[in-house]
């Protein structure tokens, strides 16, 4: 297995003077920039539509992208948009940092005015999309559609006959709401035509992109209110069960996340078409595909409905191996990666090692005492080849908060394991880089804070909090040159420069 290497860097994360990292120019400078730092992968985080609280983990839709990312600049050359306009929107003072309310306001604005003047409905380019995009675009169009007309209310909340999807609703609302139907179909051409543009332009200098999705759909999403029956519904379509995890170390009473929860027997039923569906079309738009919370095809942690913790839920049965199964069969072996994290039981890694995929290791876990796991198999002279080595994950502190939080004792520990007394506290993040790196492990991603050595002001996401998550972006003064050569040495060094 050849060796590699790679940066976690969220999309939205990229320098932009409009508000959030986009698929603009600041994106393919990035991607030269990776080159020249030896890297192979660039690993992003999904891709979709994000709803209240801004995750990318709770989606409108499994399937499409969010328009957050089109490149405003690109729309400039189009014609759609002036430069004028687009300088004159408040999309927020702050470099490093989102502002998602003025976001949601500004770029609105200016999305739909480069709608208005496109003429999309006459682009034989648009035409032939929809159509072979109409499996889930037609039902995600419409949805959008109708959510504005219940002024952004839950579907679980509309009048029950669209609720319900009776025939007489679903043509009246196709019909009343046409533009704004076709508003949000022209969002997802858009999004599309720069993405594909930009992973092209990754591909073409020797850049895998690392895709990431999440095990469940969101409740409030497209996907739950077209198919029902793949969700454990009631007869009026309210979850009775709903996805999280039990209470561990880093939250005493788990993590409620509110997913509906698959209903495996009507999987099962169809032979996982949904899934390898999905899947299909993610390797559409990513070369690896890294699948978040893997051990919930083993066992999932299953919350009543209502429940206002994580606490009251049981463990239920997944579909195991044979779910991976149906998908090889389908689409023949793929790049994916089983984010194994949390706690692991002997069925979880057996599913792992059944499944062929790599799982993942983080070094944080290997000497915290507030992880559940077993924190040898993060130890890095445990590694295996076939996983993929991280010093933090978007969850996680950064490297250099996480050190400074950890007991007096694990430091200590940190320091008897890379045999390092006299690195200053403010380099040692550069040290524990290099160990995962020269580590079996066939790959390797670091998280752009972690190269940075920045603090938890950089800081992706804590679980189980809202209001200041996914909000960091990197300065573009932040990519110098000699962090570019530095990262280059290192990654040669240990033989994981990309040399394509």
């Not at 480069?114 to 499996?135: L, T, V």
């Not at 991280?390 to 996680?396: A, E, F, I, L, M």
Request: proline share 4%; glycine share 8%.
């Amino acid at each position: 297995m050849q060796r590699s290497a790679g940066i976690l860097l969220p999309i939205s994360s990229l320098p932009s003077p409009y508000g959030i990292g986009c698929f603009s120019q600041e994106a393919y400078d990035f991607v030269d920039w990776l080159k020249e730092a030896g890297q192979t992968y660039w690993q992003i985080l999904p891709l979709g539509v994000t709803s209240y609280g801004d995750s990318p983990y709770q989606s409108f839709s499994a399937f499409a992208g969010n328009p957050y990312f089109i490149s405003l600049d690109a729309l400039v050359e189009e014609g759609a948009l002036t430069a004028a306009e687009c300088k004159k929107a408040n999309f927020g003072r702050k470099a490093d940092d989102i502002d998602y309310s003025r976001l949601y306001t500004e770029r609105g604005r200016l999305l739909r005015l480069a709608y208005s003047r496109s003429d999309i409905g006459h682009n034989e380019a648009f035409a032939a999309f929809c159509e072979k995009n109409k499996w889930w675009l037609d039902d995600f169009a419409l949805f959008m559609a109708v959510k504005g007309r219940f002024e952004g209310k839950p579907w679980i909340e509309w009048a029950e006959d669209i609720r319900l999807r009776w025939q007489p609703a679903m043509d009246y609302y196709r019909r009343e709401l046409y533009f704004e139907v076709e508003y949000h179909k022209y969002l997802q051409f858009k999004f599309e035509e720069q993405w594909r543009g930009l992973k092209a332009y990754a591909n073409s200098k020797g850049i895998q992109i690392i895709g990431d999705i999440p095990i469940y759909v969101a409740l409030d999403s497209a996907d739950a209110w077209a198919n029902p029956g793949l969700f454990q519904l009631d007869k009026e379509n309210l979850p009775t069960a709903v996805a999280g995890v039990p209470p561990d170390g880093f939250s005493p009473t788990g993590q409620l996340w509110g997913n509906p929860l698959y209903r495996w027997e009507a999987h099962r039923e169809t032979g996982y078409q949904w899934w390898i569906t999905r899947l299909w079309y993610c390797f559409e738009l990513y070369d690896v595909v890294r699948i978040d919370h893997f051990r919930g095809f083993d066992e999932y942690f299953s919350i009543p409905y209502g429940s206002e913790t994580a606490a009251p839920g049981h463990w239920e049965k997944g579909p195991g191996i044979e779910l991976f199964r149906a998908v090889e069969q389908a689409l023949g072996k793929r790049n994916i990666i089983a984010e194994d994290l949390g706690y692991m039981s002997d069925t979880v890694r057996q599913l792992v090692r059944d499944s062929g995929f790599p799982g993942m290791k983080v070094l944080e876990f290997a000497f915290d005492s507030r992880d559940t796991g077993s924190a040898s198999d993060y130890l890095p002279h445990n590694y295996s080849v076939n996983s993929v080595a991280y010093t933090g994950t978007h969850d996680n502190e950064t490297l250099v908060s996480w050190y400074k939080t950890i007991t007096a004792a694990e430091r200590t520990m940190v320091r008897d394991y890379l045999y390092d007394y006299a690195t200053q506290e403010e380099q040692l993040y550069k040290s524990m880089i290099a160990l995962i790196l020269r580590s079996a492990a066939a790959t390797c991603i670091i998280p752009m804070q972690d190269w940075l050595g920045l603090d938890n002001s950089a800081r992706i996401n804590q679980p189980s909090t809202v209001g200041q998550n996914w909000c960091w972006r990197l300065k573009k003064t932040q990519l110098t040159k000699k962090l570019q050569k530095e990262i280059g040495q290192m990654t040669t060094r240990y033989g994981r420069k990309n040399w394509a």
